[in-house]
């Protein structure tokens, strides 16, 4: 889809639908209320007759009203007026594009004169956000079914502010779609070795990418790594992406580490067949870090930042690691494996392990589809946030806010480190079913050596079917890049 930021009146005749915006109370936007003396009142003749209140999200759709050389006005709830923030303004266009997305329209002009520049931005934003699809796999599509919109416009006042502003949420986007399409492939063609291939080819962007493959992994020690990966046919890897963008390339980078678990069969501990499909997002973590640094990179952002992913499959075979197996961790630390389906915990010791001991970060924030028991307590609206330091854990909750990707955090009392204690080795990696998203945190702790640090159990926030809302349809939801993006940008560049 092709965005473009035109004034009001430019190239009037090549408008085929509008979207324009009405809050509640009937209070129209400065450009809806031209648009309706342009077309007669029909605008507001439809609010009245059409139990339209304006409340956001919710829309109307006029079919050329006379008057106006148009073929369609879509009516938008933008919530209370006095309320319309840049999150609004997402939320605006994205219903205006999802309820046209297969309208046969083709260009939608979303109509925010008389507003700010940013309202502007942040609506091209959304829209592009609302317009992901992953189709990779459709060979045939019903005509109805197909998406008619290519170009979107957004008419405002200044058209050249409104683009500088929305450069920086396009390299944002792009890492979101980035991430969307990890999640969404199936996992016979993302398998560690080619995740990896496509993370490589973020260099273009101006990162460095290492791989290490489990060679190299073995010699530095990431026994609880590559025992994971052991039943399975496709080669373990550690991707480490750097960006160097502060002016000192040598400060201390902040880090994000990444669970990418390619598919997650349980192993011998195997899962149920209902739902195992879903496993293949069990690399959401990964797939957020490496959305993150395609946007930190795309954006230019003025930070020194270091991304890690662990990507593993977890399978059952003869080589497969048994329940009752120790190994070695990286750190040293000895780890019993009760149950080979705690594979997260287990990928994630040793590439937090590597993280901290390479490149000294100032912090390390972890992302991973960790546990059932995460979608048990907070459901699906809510990521679980661990940590060990409260001013790391309150700039983490505000970036969520500001974002609309909450989180809620959780606690970790040190008594329920007892849980995870073995009897043969210093650890095991399961505690019991009682508060199992928090034995799990607990566990990870044990390798972070005593660095700040947050864990984001994000296993309910991943996926979503039905979709959140629309910005973020059914499927990949990119959970993360937004939220991360918004913490390095209010935090940690300059
Ligand atoms: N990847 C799963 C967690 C998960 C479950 C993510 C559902 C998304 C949706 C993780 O590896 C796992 O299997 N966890 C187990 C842990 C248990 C064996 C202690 C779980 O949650 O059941
Ligand atoms: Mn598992
Ligand atoms: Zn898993």
């Keep these: 889809m092709k965005i473009d930021f035109v004034a009001l009146d430019a190239e009037a005749d090549a408008v085929r639908a509008v979207a324009v915006l009405a809050f509640t109370e009937g209070a ?11 077309a007669n009142g029909s605008i507001k003749r439809a609010i009245v007759q059409g139990r339209f209140t304006g409340k956001a999200g919710q829309t109307l759709d006029l079919i050329a009203p006379a008057g106006v050389a148009l073929a369609r006005i879509l009516v938008v709830g933008g919530g209370e007026a006095d309320k319309f923030t840049p999150e609004a303004a997402e939320a605006f266009a994205a219903s205006a594009f999802q309820a046209l997305k297969t309208s046969g329209v083709e260009t939608l002009d979303i109509m925010l004169t008389g507003l700010p520049a940013e309202a502007g931005a942040h609506a091209a934003f959304g829209a592009r956000l609302a317009s992901y699809r992953f189709d990779a796999y459709r060979t045939t599509e019903a005509e109805d079914k197909k ?21 920086p949420m396009d390299a944002v986007a792009d890492g979101v779609f ?16 080619e995740f990896a291939r496509r993370v490589k080819k973020l260099e273009k962007l101006g990162l460095e990418v290492e791989i290490l493959d489990e060679k190299e992994m073995k010699k530095l020690g990431m026994g609880s790594l590559l025992g994971v990966g052991q039943g399975s046919r496709r080669e373990s890897q550690l991707a480490v992406i750097q960006w ?11 880090a994000f580490v990444g669970k990418g678990v390619c598919f997650d069969s349980g192993g011998i501990s195997i899962k149920g067949a209902e739902g195992m499909e ?7 973590g990964a797939g957020a870090v490496a959305g993150l640094m395609c946007a930190l990179a795309t954006r230019k952002a003025k930070a020194n930042v270091v991304g890690i992913l662990g990507l593993v499959e977890n399978m059952p075979d003869g080589a497969a690691q048994r329940p009752g197996d120790i190994v070695t961790s990286m750190s040293g630390q000895t780890i019993e494996v009760i149950n080979t389906d705690a594979e997260g915990r287990l990928v994630l010791a040793d590439a ?10 100032q912090f390390m924030v972890d992302l991973a589809t960790l546990t059932g028991a995460i979608i048990t307590s907070l459901g699906h609206d809510l990521a679980g946030l661990f940590s060990n330091n409260d001013d790391l854990s309150e700039k983490i909750l505000a970036a969520g806010k500001a974002v609309s990707e ?4 959780m606690p970790m009392p040190a008594a329920y480190e007892k849980q995870i204690e073995s009897l043969a080795a210093d650890l ?14 607990l566990f990870i702790q044990k390798f972070v050596n005593g660095l700040p640090w947050a864990h984001l159990d994000i296993a309910g926030t991943v996926w979503r079917n039905p979709g959140v809302n629309a910005i973020a349809p059914s499927g990949a939801t990119g959970y993360g890049v937004r939220l991360l993006d918004r913490l390095v940008k209010d935090n940690y560049e300059g």
């Design 352 to 361: 937090l392990w590597y993280c901290q001991d390479r490149f000294k970060p």
């Design 178 to 193: 980035f991430t969307r399409d990890l999640v969404s492939e199936p996992a016979n063609v993302l398998y560690p070795e």
């Design 428 to 441: 095991k990696n399961i505690g019991g079913r009682a508060g199992g998203s928090i034995t799990a945190a």
């Design 244 to 254: 160097k963008g502060a002016k000192d390339a040598d400060a201390p980078p902040i």
């Design 278 to 284: 879903d496993m293949k997002w069990d690399m959401g």
């Design 147 to 167: 998406p008619s919109i290519t170009r979107l416009r957004v008419l405002c006042d200044d058209p050249k502010a409104a683009k500088k502003a929305y450069q």
């Design 28 to 38: 129209l936007s400065p450009a809806a209320e031209t648009l309706d003396a342009a």
């Design 406 to 409: 909450p989180l809620w955090r």
